[in-house]
């Protein structure tokens, strides 16, 4: 796919003209966004009055009801052209997602998805947590009585490890158990304005790559009303949701950011090529075995994309709770994020010098090091661990 091949969601009801401005926008200030760490606030905003972070929300409740595969299709093409936006806008997603999915027949969750698409509110998670790292199945902090007369009223305090571009978000997404009493395993959802939370931050984000994602740590405590729990246990928002649409948003993310290093490499060489008319450049036999493995990780991504979708109805819902599907979204997620360093890697070795310097265009250093964040983001070794013990007991794990 050649750089002006633009995957264009296709809902008619979306604005195109402003999403190109989106993709137009983290283009021109991807650099910028890496070298100063800072909140790709340009492209947000424009995602945000185009409505495109409420792509999500069913026709019904005034959005575009856009399906997974289409939300992919814009996450990657965001990601060629600033990895650190495109992560933000999955992430975001993930969060409309799981409120879609699972908000029953809340009415307090349509009347918050009909905001989201008139105010383009946008929406942060805090998953991890102090003294329980990455494991997202567990929680410290926990739902309790308010201390204040309200009787309606219920409060949490949560020390989250990290909280992407949690001082740029209008609300938080927040994993806590159910009550005091309950086991760690024993969670919710809640849904809070950051106009009403307390939030310190407790970290910075000086990072390797990445950077744009703003992802300190925060120690959050906020009082909400029963209604602004999802009705929905978490472990089964996780299974059919979180972890299966994490994983292949993220999945497009790294994908995007290889295309764009590819598509870097393979100027490189048609310069080469140009310059020398009649030869083949030393460096294009490592750009046709980087085409081939391209082929083989679109082919992956868009296989774990569409399985998904079709398994999104209520009838396949349960499916998507089996050890079976948990092995493969979890292997989806493993191979992504290696491909997408091996690919970048290829990359810079086509390249050489050119590409090893900062800010030229044949430059994939940015690409290189957002890559590494790949694995990291629920440990690689984690989901080997979890897949190992299913496998010593699933029968089918095709």
Avoid at 82 to 101: E, K, L, N, W, Y
Avoid at 173 to 183: E, F, I, P, Q
Avoid at 327 to 355: M, P, T, Y
Wanted: proline content about 4%; glycine content about 8%; some cysteine.
């Amino acid at each position: 796919m050649s750089p002006q091949q633009v995957r264009m969601p296709a809902k008619d009801s979306i604005d195109s003209g402003g999403f190109q401005e989106a993709l137009k926008l983290a283009a021109q200030n991807a650099d910028d966004v890496d070298r100063r760490g800072r909140f790709p606030s340009e492209a947000i905003e424009v995602l945000r009055s185009s409505g495109a972070l409420a792509w999500h929300v069913p026709t019904n409740l005034g959005g575009a009801g856009m399906p997974i595969d289409e939300l992919a299709d814009a996450t990657f093409e965001l990601s060629r052209r600033c990895s650190a936006t495109g992560m933000i806008f999955a992430m975001h997603q993930i969060q409309v997602a799981s409120i879609v999915r699972h908000k029953a027949n809340s009415t307090w969750f349509d009347r918050y998805l009909q905001l989201l698409v008139s105010q383009g509110r946008l929406i942060a998670s805090a998953t991890s947590e102090v003294g329980i790292g990455g494991d997202l199945r567990r929680s410290i902090a926990a739902l309790e009585p308010a201390s204040s007369d309200a009787a309606d009223k219920l409060q949490f305090e949560k020390k989250a490890s990290t909280i992407s571009y949690g001082a740029h978000a209008d609300d938080l997404l927040t994993t806590v158990r159910r009550n005091a009493k309950a086991d760690a395993g024993d969670q919710v959802l809640v849904l809070t304005p950051m106009s009403e939370m307390e939030m310190e931050q407790t970290g910075d984000w000086d990072t390797l790559g990445m950077r744009g994602t703003c992802s300190p740590g925060f120690r959050v405590k906020a009082t909400c009303l029963a209604d602004q729990v999802l009705p929905i246990p978490f472990a089964t928002i996780a299974a059919e949701t979180v972890v299966p649409v994490s994983h292949i948003l993220w999945s497009n993310v790294w994908l995007g950011l290889a295309t764009d290093a590819y598509d870097r490499a393979h100027k490189f060489v048609g310069v080469q090529a140009h310059q020398k008319p009649g030869t083949t450049p030393p460096a294009a036999s490592g750009l046709a075995k980087l085409s081939t493995r391209m082929a083989e990780f679109r082919a992956m991504v868009h296989a774990a994309t569409n399985e998904y979708a079709s398994l999104s109805d209520d009838e396949g819902r349960k499916c998507l709770s089996t050890m079976g599907y948990a092995i493969r979204i979890n292997n989806l997620k493993i191979a992504a994020s290696e491909a997408a360093v091996e690919a970048c890697q290829s990359a810079l070795r086509i390249c050489g010098f050119v590409g090893y310097k900062n800010g030229g265009p044949y430059s994939v250093g940015r690409q290189l090091r957002d890559a590494q964040s790949a694995a990291l983001m629920i440990a690689n070794d984690r989901l080997l661990a979890t897949n190992a013990a299913l496998l010593s007991v699933c029968r089918d794990s095709r």
